[in-house]
């Protein structure tokens, strides 16, 4: 039996291996693609997902949310190590639809659509989330689990010393979904930095004669080279792919239950996760964290995952 999930997603390289993997995996039913602002703007966002998808063309097509510019992004972006389009120089063409909806109303209507059955995969910043919670928190109830790719515990944050970029571009927004009464799962920078990759990767990729080929052989080399440039980074995390892996085999991670907020307003800590860690915590426990991994195992699975969405896409 397939498992309906909604890919919300600010693609970037991370988000569209991740993409490309959960739209040719046989387990799960993407039924859409909610874009948001965060590595690229909105704007740029909502290019990227329209253009993933036209070059993937799966079997299926899921719906597209269009994402809504930020109130108050940052001046941080991610654009530094995934090229000014957010895809290492992919350069999709701008589409227009003549029935855009907001991310957050396709949500909605998905959810209500498959009441207890929709997971929602949240893979950039909350923000979509967090509007949704505010225009229709009845709706909050009907979505199954909610499975977040950010935060850290006692990792340093990637984006600031004690932030992560998802996190810190919308902390309202991760604020607001850690306090919902949503059943959540999330996946921390403690573990996707552990599992990583090196250039023997590269070997391993469907060929590019497939469609999913083509785009991996673009965005994965992009990525490994703009890391070692920038970052003096010799392998590579996929933040993203590994969340996804979570989806469907969360038995090759160790899960706590654990007690979490977000500061919003720290001149040094914005987006910084908290956690009650204390001997008799006080704080209610609100979300299960990924504390380890089957290193081995789920970078194999990542593998499995990519080479298959080759096959399906020749």
């Given at each position: 039996?397939?498992?309906?999930?909604?890919?919300?997603?600010?693609?970037?390289?991370?988000?569209?291996?991740?993409?490309t993997m959960a739209?040719?995996?046989?387990?799960?039913?993407?039924?859409?693609?909610?874009?948001?602002?965060?590595?690229?703007?909105?704007?740029?966002?909502?290019?990227?997902?329209?253009?993933?998808?036209?070059?993937?063309?799966?079997?299926?097509?899921?719906?597209?949310?269009?994402?809504?510019?930020?109130?108050?992004?940052?001046?941080?972006?991610?654009?530094h190590l995934n090229?000014?389009?957010?895809?290492?120089?992919?350069?999709?063409?701008?589409?227009?639809?003549?029935?855009?909806?907001?991310?957050?109303?396709?949500?909605?209507?998905?959810?209500?659509?498959?009441?207890?059955?929709?997971?929602?995969?949240?893979?950039?910043?909350?923000?979509?989330?967090?509007?949704?919670?505010?225009?229709?928190?009845?709706?909050?109830?009907?979505?199954?689990?909610?499975?977040?790719?950010?935060?850290?515990?006692?990792?340093?944050?990637?984006?600031?010393?004690?932030?992560?970029?998802?996190?810190?571009?919308?902390?309202?927004?991760?604020?607001?979904?850690?306090?919902?009464?949503?059943?959540?799962?999330?996946?921390?920078?403690?573990?996707?930095?552990?599992?990583?990759?090196?250039?023997?990767?590269?070997?391993?990729?469907?060929?590019?004669?497939?469609?999913?080929?083509?785009?991996?052989?673009?965005?994965?080399?992009?990525?490994?080279?703009?890391?070692?440039?920038?970052?003096?980074?010799?392998?590579?995390?996929?933040?993203?792919?590994?969340?996804?892996?979570?989806?469907?085999?969360?038995?090759?991670?160790?899960?706590?239950?654990?007690?979490?907020?977000?500061?919003?307003?720290?001149?040094?800590?914005?987006?910084?996760?908290?956690?009650?860690?204390?001997?008799?915590?006080?704080?209610?426990?609100?979300?299960?964290?990924?504390?380890?991994?089957?290193?081995?195992?789920?970078?194999?699975?990542?593998?499995?995952?990519?080479?298959?969405?080759?096959?399906?896409?020749?």
């Amino acid at each position: 039996m397939t498992k309906k999930i909604i890919l919300d997603c600010d693609p970037g390289i991370d988000d569209a291996v991740a993409i490309t993997m959960a739209l040719f995996d046989p387990r799960l039913d993407v039924v859409a693609i909610t874009a948001t602002a965060g590595t690229v703007d909105a704007a740029q966002a909502n290019i990227n997902t329209a253009g993933i998808l036209a070059k993937l063309d799966p079997a299926r097509y899921p719906r597209i949310g269009t994402a809504v510019p930020p109130t108050d992004a940052p001046v941080l972006d991610d654009s530094h190590l995934n090229g000014l389009d957010g895809l290492g120089g992919c350069h999709f063409p701008a589409a227009t639809k003549q029935n855009d909806h907001p991310s957050d109303k396709v949500m909605a209507d998905l959810i209500r659509q498959y009441p207890g059955e929709i997971t929602l995969v949240c893979l950039g910043p909350l923000s979509n989330l967090a509007r949704l919670a505010r225009r229709d928190p009845g709706v909050l109830a009907m979505i199954d689990k909610v499975v977040i790719s950010g935060g850290c515990v006692s990792h340093s944050g990637n984006a600031t010393v004690t932030a992560e970029m998802n996190f810190f571009f919308d902390p309202s927004a991760a604020k607001e979904v850690f306090a919902s009464p949503t059943t959540k799962s999330l996946m921390p920078l403690d573990v996707t930095d552990s599992i990583t990759f090196g250039l023997d990767l590269i070997e391993k990729l469907p060929s590019a004669s497939s469609r999913a080929g083509e785009l991996l052989h673009q965005w994965l080399p992009y990525k490994f080279r703009v890391g070692h440039q920038k970052l003096g980074r010799e392998v590579m995390p996929m933040q993203d792919a590994v969340t996804l892996i979570s989806v469907v085999e969360p038995e090759l991670f160790q899960w706590e239950e654990m007690a979490g907020d977000v500061e919003v307003s720290g001149t040094l800590t914005r987006g910084m996760t908290v956690f009650d860690r204390r001997l008799r915590p006080e704080w209610p426990m609100n979300m299960e964290v990924a504390r380890r991994a089957s290193v081995t195992d789920v970078r194999d699975a990542i593998i499995r995952g990519l080479r298959y969405a080759g096959q399906q896409s020749g």
